[in-house]
């Protein structure tokens, strides 16, 4: 996937500045239960798609954190955030929205964040919808659009026509910086 070394040196960033880091994934049971209608009759046909337990759901070479672990699907099919990191997490997201029957809101509340940092896989449908639910949700958001697949000009501009900053993985890891005084490689 050609934005894994981006999105690595973003997570690279925010983890030498202990800066919070949430994985947002996706599980289907094996039944598809909890599947999305677009795919639900392909798993129940047998099809695994990012089954819990499988090499598929887990988080992809290259943003791995360096400490081992193992993602519990149970916790976080039930809604639960996984600690992988000092200050990283993984959670469940049942549809495209990150927001979507999901704690995220409450967790991000919670810690008192009113920024979100967008990087990822296929901007036409995940990220972007994530982007906007945080928009409605009134965080400020950023997309980092070098390090988010299936970026297209027309959806640049819906981005920013609804307040999101479009930055590039060097003006996010600038920022992180500054922010932080801190070094970024």
């Not at 920024?115 to 949700?137: H, K, L």
Request: hydrophobic letters at 35%.
């Amino acid at each position: 996937m050609e934005v894994v070394p981006q999105i690595s040196r973003l997570l690279s960033a925010y983890r030498r500045a202990k800066l919070p880091i949430i994985h947002v994934i996706r599980l289907y049971e094996k039944d598809g239960s909890n599947a999305d209608i677009c795919r639900k009759e392909i798993i129940e046909s047998g099809k695994q798609i990012v089954a819990p337990g499988t090499k598929g759901a887990d988080l992809v070479d290259g943003i791995k954190p360096e400490a081992d672990y193992l993602l519990d699907s149970t916790s976080l099919l039930s809604g639960g955030f996984q600690q992988i990191g000092p200050c990283e997490w993984v959670m469940y997201k049942p549809r495209w929205g990150a927001f979507y029957r999901t704690g995220l809101e409450v967790f991000l509340r919670n810690s008192e964040l009113d920024t979100i940092v967008f990087s990822g896989c296929n901007f036409p449908n995940c990220p972007r919808t994530s982007m906007y639910q945080g928009s409605e949700r009134d965080f400020k958001v950023v997309m980092v659009s070098d390090a988010m697949s299936g970026v297209y000009e027309k959806g640049l501009s819906e981005m920013q026509n609804i307040g999101v900053s479009v930055k590039s993985t060097e003006e996010v890891c600038e920022n992180v910086e500054q922010l932080t005084g801190g070094g970024v490689e």
